[in-house]
């Protein structure tokens, strides 16, 4: 009884499951379970010992009782305790739901004396400080949750405990993990003239664009690209369209939880958010699309993305350009590069080094080398790293 997984159990008393719905019901009180369990237990032994010792006295008077004790001992054990409970245990339902028709009327015939037990022994509980009302805690954490994912096998596909997986781990990432930065953003600047913003448009592989005047951190709204065709005309570009199409641009703080922000998503109807700082400076873009690749994987390619960040060498190293994104070399190379500081590699390198290098350096960073290629400015943009030797 005590060795059925509970949630399957919750599962088949759903299904109306007749021998499920009375061990659960048993369960309910699992003070009051025990307590009759043992109740017959003992009374059964106790009264096998009683009749074993009077017929062990007859047969061999005063060593009988020796005989007695030491052979009833070794039968309890085999028949009555270990071969029984293991098998129990190996299978529970099998033996816990055909239990259950002799339990259910004997815990009825039977409750006046549980009870009275229970209330002494609850007494007893209390005095010794323990509370016998409290009852075990079934709910699971995350990292619970996780492990039985994991250890799922076959009952659940690869592909959907990694989708399981991802979608947990949403509460562990922030936007600002998976968001484009700044520097990589494609957009419009209303500044330029009209040549430069309508090639903008034209060649743009994204299917909103943030507009901005004079500088990113003033973002004006957004762009739909199926607003185009009312943004351009037979003359040309038209500006008070364009500024007509826009959308609002929605703003989100960098260290919004991915599972809150799709949710925020849903409810106001967005799909593409600016990611600001504290000082309300733009530090990125994050779309919806981002999010659902963090639990389904990708599934878009980007067309101005021509070149892999990570190019694998001969002998085992990876030669990885500096802005790669380390969650992004974590998930390709199946590494576990720290993620709790800087989201890039170049941030990471310098962040170890806690200075900027004259020239190329190498360094260790946990079980991981790696080697400065390529240095411009405060900015390394390319390096090698590999797995120490035996690591």
């Known amino acids: 009884m005590m060795s059925l997984n509970r949630y399957r159990l919750k599962h088949l008393q759903k299904n109306k499951h007749s021998g499920a719905r009375r061990a659960g019901k048993l369960l309910d009180r699992p003070d009051r379970l025990i307590g009759l369990i043992l109740i017959g237990n003992n009374l059964v032994n106790i009264f096998a010992s009683a009749i074993a010792t009077v017929i062990a006295i007859r047969l061999w008077g005063d060593a009988g009782i020796f005989i007695a004790t030491l052979a009833l001992t070794l039968v309890i054990l085999i028949f009555a305790e270990i071969t029984p409970k293991t098998i129990a245990a190996l299978y529970p339902e099998k033996i816990a739901f055909p239990a259950s028709l002799v339990l259910v009327p004997l815990m009825k015939l039977m409750l006046p004396v549980v009870i009275m037990v229970n209330g002494v022994t609850n007494g007893l509980l209390r005095l010794l400080g323990f509370d016998p009302s409290r009852g075990s805690d079934e709910n699971l954490s995350s990292d619970e949750l996780r492990t039985i994912v994991t250890d799922a096998g076959q009952l659940i596909p690869s592909r959907h405990r ?140 980007s067309l101005a993305d021509a070149e892999e960040d990570i190019h694998p060498q001969r002998d085992g190293s990876f030669i990885i350009d500096g802005t790669a994104n380390i969650r992004e070399i974590n998930k390709s190379l199946e590494w576990a590069l720290p993620t709790d500081g800087p989201k890039t590699l170049s941030g990471l390198i310098l962040e170890n080094l806690e200075s900027f290098p004259d020239a190329n350096a190498g360094l260790a960073i946990g079980k991981y080398r790696v080697e400065i290629l390529e240095l411009q400015g405060n900015v390394v943009q390319a390096a090698r790293v590999q797995l120490a030797a035996g690591a």
């Open 162 to 301: 990694g989708m399981l997986l991802n979608i947990l781990d949403l509460e562990e990432v922030t936007v600002d993990d998976i968001m484009v930065p700044r520097n990589e953003v494609y957009g419009v600047d209303l500044d330029d003239n009209d040549d430069d913003v309508l090639r903008s448009i034209q060649t743009s592989s994204h299917t909103r664009l943030p507009v901005w005047r004079e500088d990113i951190n003033n973002i004006v709204g957004v762009l739909h690209m199926r607003s185009i065709s009312r943004v351009i005309d037979s003359q040309g570009l038209d500006r008070d369209a364009l500024e007509r199409e826009m959308e609002k641009p929605y703003f989100i703080p960098e260290s919004t939880p991915l599972h809150t922000q799709l949710l925020n998503f849903q409810q106001k109807k967005r799909r593409l958010a600016v990611v600001v700082d504290e000082y309300g400076d733009v530090l990125g873009l994050v779309a919806l699309e981002d999010i659902l690749e963090e639990i389904v994987g990708e599934f878009t390619s």
